[in-house]
């Protein structure tokens, strides 16, 4: 079955360090992939996604996520953490065909130190 | 440009009882999804309605959800009889078309059965 895993339930980073959120994928074909953000008691909010093209794709907030097809990932970075950026990451891809609903990984709790 | 409003924000209920949720979708978006999320999980796929069709129930409880989008616009949700494991955050979203997987998601409403 296609399916999403983020592998770190959770991640700790001091402000102002780089960030890493890690995504891998076992989707057929040529993925789109999406990641969302949900803070306390928010609903989710778009990010980023890849469609097609250049590797590195650029979102909100001062992310980038870089999709990387022999290694099947789609990790999600930021150059310097902020804490506001705490919250938890969900990793995503459509299923595809009538439907289209979004399947979602387990997500990954960021949880950046001042 | 408003987003995806949802009512009520919280509900706490006794088991057996009836409830009913409300998602008002982004203006002109023609496609809905009700989400189910519990807790420590992604989000999983409950209703899709494209217009006021239903495209995807097939994870839908059927014996005790139910969903309706009459005018192709505002969308309800209803749980009759709640169940203990109904417990979870209920997330609206809406996209312009299936075509276009990007999904903007409500606040959600997060349901207490006791």
Do not use: M
Not at chain 1, 21 to 47: A, D
Not at chain 1, 62 to 90: I, R, W
């Amino acid at each position: 079955a296609q399916s999403v895993a983020q592998p770190e339930d959770q991640v700790n980073v001091a402000e102002g360090n780089p960030l890493t959120v890690k995504c891998t994928y076992s989707v057929s074909g040529n993925p789109y992939l999406f990641w969302y953000v949900q803070y306390p008691n928010r609903g989710l909010q778009f990010l980023l996604k890849y469609i097609t093209g250049d590797n590195l794709v650029k979102g909100s907030y001062g992310f980038e996520a870089e999709f990387n097809k022999s290694q099947t990932s789609f990790h999600l970075k930021k150059p310097s953490a902020l804490v506001s950026d705490s919250a938890l990451y969900f990793c995503a891809f459509p299923l595809g065909g009538a439907t289209n609903k979004l399947i979602f990984g387990t997500g990954t709790l960021l949880a950046v130190q001042p | 440009e408003a987003g995806v409003a949802q009512s009520p924000r919280y509900k706490i209920i006794e088991k057996r009882q009836s409830v009913a949720f409300w998602c008002n979708p982004i203006s002109g978006h023609a496609t809905l999804y009700w989400y189910q999320q519990i807790l420590g999980q992604g989000p999983k796929l409950l209703i899709q309605f494209q217009n006021n069709g239903v495209v995807d129930d097939s994870q839908l409880p059927k014996d005790r959800f139910s969903a309706e989008r009459l005018k192709g616009v505002d969308s309800t949700l209803k749980i009759q009889p709640a169940k203990l494991e109904d417990s979870a955050v209920y997330l609206c979203a809406s996209s312009p078309r299936t075509s276009d997987s990007t999904q903007y998601f409500g606040p959600g409403t997060r349901l207490l059965v006791l």
